[in-house]
């Protein structure tokens, strides 16, 4: 199969390249067209470069040149399936500034779409990667795929757009998308001004973990390998044009986490420092799956095993961590913006 993967340079991205060449091995083609913006790092993947089933092209979702020289695969034989991760995907980062979420998170939906019509008769699949926060926040019960979308903040707003882009040009002009809607992710190679590896690096370093408001915010946690998992399943046996939550059924309370954090790493809980909240901070997300289990996947990765696994991969990879946190000048100061004064 022939993959063109965008933002693979990003934490799931990367991991799902991976999940690819370790089920396939030579039988994956991929393209990673990426821009590296400060969340990609194309050394996430440097195993493969050089292997010439693997094609690194640094390029913008956005830019139509990009894209058309991304679907012509690793050697000019084309794309089967394209799976769209490329996004702008920090809320925090939404709420300074929304400009580069439009560009990217639904314009440059439209930039792939536009060319994958131009591959139609030959495409296999088009995956559009969205988000639970689409639908918004749920104080009690679940989102299912039908209800209707009320994303609350500018991020989510913008991969609305890209995921109704994308159902529209399945609809409009029968190509074959799939979209899908994730909840949170953890694990990995997360980029750490998310919450869990921002909390844990923190920790390592005795530094305070600034925790939003009441701490009493939900969210649904999904391992990145069932999420990469449940990706490559729908590949395989999803329905065009139709649209799947992807749950890891692990809602806990921001400060649950954050407890259970501290507690691994054995450091102490005066480390929390409550913060003043999120604009706008969604209260609950929560996701029905059951249409994804009918069709036979269901996530099943323990959630403790899988945080203890998590923080113990960050522990072992400091370097990598360090180089984001401590020398790049872009991190430094988007942390001192976000937190100086809260
Ligand atoms: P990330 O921020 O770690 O990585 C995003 C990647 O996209 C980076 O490598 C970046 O360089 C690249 N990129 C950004 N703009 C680009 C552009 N214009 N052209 C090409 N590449 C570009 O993000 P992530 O957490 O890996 O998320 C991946 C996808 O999954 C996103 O679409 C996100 O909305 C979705 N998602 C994420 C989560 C989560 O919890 N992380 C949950 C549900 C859905
Ligand atoms: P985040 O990892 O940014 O993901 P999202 O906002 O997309 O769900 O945040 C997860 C939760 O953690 C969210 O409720 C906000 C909260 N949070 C904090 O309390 N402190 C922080 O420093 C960060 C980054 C997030």
């Known amino acids: 199969m022939r993959y063109l ?3 693979g340079a990003g934490f799931i991205g990367s991991n799902f390249i991976r999940f690819l060449f370790n089920k396939y091995g030579d039988d994956a083609q991929v393209v990673n067209l990426d821009k590296l913006t400060y969340a990609g790092i194309r050394e996430n993947l440097a195993e493969y470069e050089g292997k010439p089933n693997y094609r690194f092209l640094e390029g913008d979702i956005a830019n139509p040149a ?3 020289e991304a679907y012509r695969g690793v050697d000019g034989n084309g794309t089967d399936v394209v799976v769209n991760f490329a996004a702008e995907t920090h809320v925090d980062r939404s709420l300074m500034e929304a400009g580069t979420f439009i560009q990217t998170d639904v314009h ?5 779409l536009e060319e994958a019509r131009r591959h139609a008769p030959k495409l296999r699949r088009f995956v559009q990667i969205s988000t639970d926060e689409v639908y918004g926040s749920i104080d009690d019960g679940s989102f299912s795929e039908g209800d209707p979308l009320n994303p609350r903040n500018p991020y989510s707003a913008s991969k609305a757009g890209g995921d109704r882009m994308a159902y529209a040009y399945g609809q409009t002009y029968g190509l074959p998308v799939i979209v899908t809607r994730a909840s949170n992710n953890f694990g990995p190679y997360q980029y ?4 869990i590896p921002l909390f844990v690096t923190n920790a390592m370093d005795d530094l305070p973990l600034p925790l939003y408001g009441d701490g009493k ?3 649904d946690w999904l391992f990145v390998d069932d999420h ?4 490559d399943f729908l590949i395989e046996y999803g329905t065009n044009s139709e649209t799947y939550n992807i749950g890891g059924g692990n809602e806990r309370e921001n400060r649950e986490i954050t407890y259970r954090i501290l507690e691994l790493l054995k450091k102490p809980e005066s480390l929390i420092k409550p913060v003043g909240d999120r604009q706008g901070h969604d209260r609950r997300y929560s996701l029905d799956t059951r249409k994804l289990e009918r069709l036979g996947f269901k996530c099943d990765t323990d959630f403790d095993a899988a945080l203890e696994r998590t923080v113990r ?3 072992e ?3 990598w961590w360090r180089a984001i946190k401590e020398r790049s000048a872009e991190f430094r100061a988007y942390y001192e913006k976000q937190y100086a004064n809260r």
């Open 217 to 219: 915010n939900v969210r």
């Open 228 to 231: 990469c998992a449940a990706i």
């Open 66 to 68: 990009d894209v058309t």
């Open 317 to 319: 990879n400091e370097p």
């Open 108 to 112: 440059g939906v439209l930039v792939l």
């Open 5 to 7: 993967v965008t933002g």
């Open 313 to 315: 991969w960050y522990v």
């Open 192 to 195: 750490p001004e998310k919450l």
